[in-house]
């Protein structure tokens, strides 16, 4: 049965690595991915309690380690994932909750209170129409209750600023019609569908910042030319904005009366050719 | 090809091995299991195999060297055919099939539940109507229906990473641009403008309705003659890239477990019952048990066995609806009732103006049907229009009219809008709509005869942004016998034969 020269042995032998070596490639980059994936997920602990028991075949005890990590991951690849899939899953829903609308004490105390709780529970601010100064929570993010007496008086300023806020949690504030200041500066969820729903504020806003938002691209920018009584706009730091100078310019076309702080001129003016070339251009 | 796939043994390994020829050597001698194998005949055929891997090897390799730098295999062909059993077979695999497949598998009762196909003919998208597209989402439709398909699709688009995201890949971005339909009216338009607007308040649209006054106000840039009212989309609203949108449909259902196949449906195969109606007239049920594919650029043809066959082939369903005897009796009656849709040819112009509107560009409509939108910051803007009936171009190939755009589209935007006077044509492509010739609206639901086809087609160009939602119409139609969440019935196949048009008037 056995081949009987070599020839054709190493004939007979590519076949077999032809198969285990992609799939011994397929096993250990899978597993190295999910390694990654679950680092970032924070679930490594568990995984290396797993794999930090003593082996007794320790040559080098750090790839040993390793392999039986690999191993781990490769051999509870479906349970990791799905795992990961639920705390993303959590992540979302929880993202939803601190989003929901108050409807019940805007039906109860109106839309000023409504909001300025929502704003509150936040660790965010707001400021009344006539008061000088702001309302805040405390250090240990205690809420003074006196805000509910102040049912008629308009909200002038909200302070959003490090919420997660996202499109659906402006359900919140687009009731405020007398809004003449907002800020939301470092919100990490804030994106441009958010951005394109500020339209609601453009007969009172004034002062706005979205300085430092991550997800805030030059598209919802774009959806600020609504608010025509705006003079103050800070659009610093926002690292998803692309050929920021003409962004800057195309603003301050857009908004004659409103000074605009964190778009240079010249940033991003030399090597934006090629970023500017509509998409349609380059596809066809 | 075709001798191998013939042979018994190499289909026990199923079609989806990419290294079928070496597989013998999991049956090798080193099996555990030998002593119950001693005959002779089993060691003969396991010589068999053995002298067949070697000669396959040789085989190989002599391949390789007579044909250096390419990876063309002999026995790898087969890699795009279609499993041979499934549940259901969805036969188009732009957006729209997509969509549906991904729905079908979120909504079936358990895990596995289904099994769907998607066969799409071309891998490459060159000829989509889906990539094609300007890819604009709006609410500003006259029918309810289309109206909250649009809210819902703006929704899904919204959090598409809560639904289409996958676990360790990135987020997907959609390059959505929150920039609303404006929709321009003259004189005799406005009333009709007026009642599409109530409707789409009505149904929670946020639109805003501009005189000529308020319009010159807001876009000083727009030329108002002849303007009598605007419609102006403030909310969820605008254009995103249709590409990632289909990709982020293909890959969350393939992660789901449907599978795919590049080739192209030439026929079904199908059973025949004919009844009787209580008026003594004969009606011939017909039900698809199979449906016959081909690889592109083989002879070789596949019978896929299925329960459900949907049509989501776009601008060509009304030819994948001819191949299932729709549409070929008497005419007049039920089975000689064609599905209306053709494809129909439309330009699409990338042009060029730097003094045209900025930042507060909308997607303008104009009375006259001529629209355009930007693209990009750097002064591009993309627009086109729909020919008339007499001057419908061959929609036999996708070549471009450049002559249209001077002759009729340029004067009607450098009218509307003075400063594209100065515009120049950059470049232009031409695209598919799936022309509903009846009633511009698409077709959702089962045909009546032939009892187990599903249309989702023949959106006329809103089919990209009503993706999500027909998607899942057409899910719940399948999963639960009905429409759960939007009642879609007037949209089925009957209105065909009992003439019930559903109108709709805001076709651009």
Redesign the interface.
């Known amino acids: ?1 056995m ?1 009987e020269d070599t020839g ?1 042995h190493s ?2 032998i ?3 690595s ?2 285990i070596v992609p799939f011994m490639w397929m096993r250990s980059s899978r597993a190295a ?2 390694a990654v ?1 679950v680092q970032t997920i924070g679930a490594l602990p568990a995984v290396t309690w797993g794999a930090s028991r003593p082996s007794s075949s320790s040559s080098s005890p750090v790839s040993a380690v390793r392999h039986r990590l690999m191993d781990f991951l490769d051999k509870y690849f479906y349970d990791i ?1 799905a795992a ?2 639920w705390s ?1 899953r959590l992540k ?1 829903w929880n993202l939803r909750r601190k989003n929901a609308h108050y409807a019940y004490t805007e039906r109860r105390y109106g839309p000023y209170v409504a909001a300025a709780y929502f704003a509150l529970s936040k660790r965010g601010g707001v400021r009344f129409q006539g008061h000088t100064d702001w309302l805040r929570t405390d250090s240990k993010g205690q809420i003074s209750w006196d805000f509910l007496q102040l049912k008629e008086v308009p909200v002038e300023c909200v302070d959003l600023s490090e919420s997660s806020l996202t ?1 659906r949690g402006l359900d919140n504030i687009v009731s405020l019609k007398e809004l003449r200041e907002l800020y939301l500066r470092r919100c990490p969820h804030l994106d ?2 958010a ?3 500020l ?1 609601v504020f453009q007969d009172s806003l004034e002062v706005l910042s979205l300085a430092g938002c991550p997800r805030i691209t ?9 608010l025509k009584n705006l003079r103050h706009l800070d659009v610093s730091d926002l690292p998803s904005v692309q ?1 920021k100078g ?2 800057r310019i ?2 301050e ?2 908004l004659p009366g409103c000074h605009i702080v964190g778009l240079d001129y010249y940033e991003g003016l030399e090597d934006d050719d090629s ?7 380059l ?2 | 090809m075709l001798v191998i796939r013939s042979c018994s043994w190499v289909k026990l390994w199923g079609n989806s091995h990419p290294v079928r020829w070496s597989l013998p050597q999991v049956w090798a001698p080193r099996s555990p299991h030998r002593g119950l194998r001693t005959s002779p005949c089993t060691s003969k055929h396991y010589s068999f195999f053995k002298e067949l891997d070697r000669e396959f090897v040789k085989f190989q390799k002599k391949l390789k060297e007579s044909l250096p730098s390419n990876d063309w295999s002999l026995l790898s062909p087969t890699a795009s055919l279609p499993p041979e059993r499934a549940d259901v077979v969805i036969v188009g695999g732009g957006v729209i099939g997509w969509s549906v497949a991904y729905w079908l598998k979120k909504l079936e009762n358990r895990r596995d539940g289904l099994r769907v196909v998607v066969i799409e003919k071309d891998p490459t998208y060159a000829h989509a109507s889906t990539v094609l597209s300007a890819g604009g989402i709006r609410q500003q439709f006259s029918r309810p229906e289309n109206i909250q398909m649009s809210l819902f699709s703006a929704q899904f688009l919204r959090n598409i990473n809560e639904h289409l995201g996958l676990v360790n890949e990135e987020a997907i971005d959609l390059q959505f641009n929150p920039s609303g339909y404006l929709f321009l009216a003259s004189e005799d338009g406005a009333s009709v403008l007026e009642e599409n607007y109530k409707a789409q308040r009505e149904q929670g649209a946020q639109v805003a309705l501009l005189a000529a006054e308020q319009l010159k106000k807001k876009f000083p840039w727009i030329c108002t003659d002849g303007v009598a009212l605007a419609s102006y989309g403030l909310e969820n609203e605008g254009w995103f890239d249709p590409w990632t949108l289909l990709n982020a449909f293909k890959r969350k259902a393939q992660s789901l477990g449907v599978y795919q196949s590049h080739s192209q449906v030439i026929g079904f195969k199908q059973s025949l019952r004919e009844m009787t109606t209580e008026d003594g007239e004969s009606v011939n049920f017909r039900r698809i048990r199979h449906v016959v594919v081909q690889v592109p650029s083989s002879p070789e043809t596949h019978s896929v066995e299925c329960a459900l066959v949907i049509n989501t082939a776009g601008a060509w369903s009304g030819r994948v609806a001819e191949m299932a005897n729709i549409g070929t009796g008497d005419p007049g009656s039920l089975e000689g009732t064609k599905l209306p849709i053709e494809p129909r040819k439309r330009y699409v112009y990338t042009f060029h103006c730097p003094d045209g509107p900025g930042l507060d560009c909308p997607l303008l409509i104009d009375s006259s049907g001529a629209y355009f939108r930007r693209e990009g910051l750097g002064g591009n803007y993309i627009g086109g229009l729909s020919p008339t009936e007499e001057e419908e171009p061959d929609p036999g190939n996708l070549d471009v009219d450049y002559d249209f755009f001077q002759q009729k589209v340029w004067p009607l935007l450098a009218r509307r809008v003075p400063a594209f006077e100065s515009l120049k044509v950059r470049s232009a492509w031409a695209g598919y709509y799936d022309y509903n010739t009846y009633d511009h609206n698409g077709v959702i639901g089962n045909h009546p005869l032939v009892h187990n086809m599903f249309f989702a087609s023949g959106f006329s160009g809103h089919g990209l942004q009503h993706a999500p939602a027909v998607g899942r119409a057409i899910a719940e139609l399948i999963v639960h016998n009905e429409f759960k969440t939007l009642d879609l019935r007037a949209f089925s196949f009957k209105r065909f034969y009992t003439e019930e048009p559903v109108l709709e008037r805001n076709i651009v």
Do not use: K, N
């Open positions: 049965m081949p054709s004939d007979y590519p076949p077999v032809r198969v991915s999910l994936c994932e990961i899939s993303v979302q499109f441009d569908w951005l394109s729903r339209y030059e598209r919802g920018l774009a959806a600020l030319h609504h050929s003409l962004v195309l603003l076309e857009a970023r500017v070339v509509p998409t349609a251009d596809r066809h």
